[in-house]
C-alpha cells in the first residue's frame, strides 16, 4: 500500500472558503487554491522533496515578480490602499497555483 503524502491535508485549508457565507468577504475565496492538493494523494514522498524544492522556486519567483508589479502599478495608476487587499489575495492565489500547477508537472515528467 502506498503511503499518502503528508501535503495532501492542506486540501482541508480549502474549505475555509466557506467563512464568505458568515461575512460575506470574497477574499476567503482566495482558499479555494487549495484544493488541488487533494491532487497530491497518491504521489511519493520521496520523489515530492525534490519536486517541492522546484515547485517552491516557481512560486518564490512568481512572488517577487508579480508582487513588484503589483506594487508599482498601484501607485503609479493613483489606486486608493483598498486596492492592496485585492492585489494580495491575486499574489497569493497565484503564488499557491504556480506551486501547484509546477509540482504537478514536475511528478508529471517524472524527475
Not at 512560486?59 to 502599478?73: K, T
Amino acid at each position: 500500500m502506498k503511503k499518502r503524502s503528508s501535503l495532501w491535508y492542506l486540501g482541508f485549508l480549502s474549505f475555509l472558503c466557506l467563512l464568505y457565507f458568515e461575512g460575506g468577504n470574497p477574499g476567503f475565496f482566495g482558499f479555494l487554491t487549495f484544493v488541488p492538493y487533494f491532487v497530491i494523494y497518491r504521489m511519493g514522498d520521496e520523489r515530492i522533496e525534490a519536486n517541492v524544492g522546484k515547485a517552491t522556486r516557481n512560486a518564490f519567483l512568481f512572488s517577487a515578480i508579480a508582487g513588484s508589479m503589483e506594487l508599482v502599478y498601484i501607485r503609479l495608476a493613483g489606486l486608493a490602499d483598498a486596492a492592496f487587499v485585492d492585489a494580495f489575495v491575486a499574489l497569493f492565489t497565484g503564488s499557491l497555483m504556480v506551486c501547484l500547477l509546477s509540482l504537478v508537472f514536475y511528478e508529471a515528467l517524472g524527475k
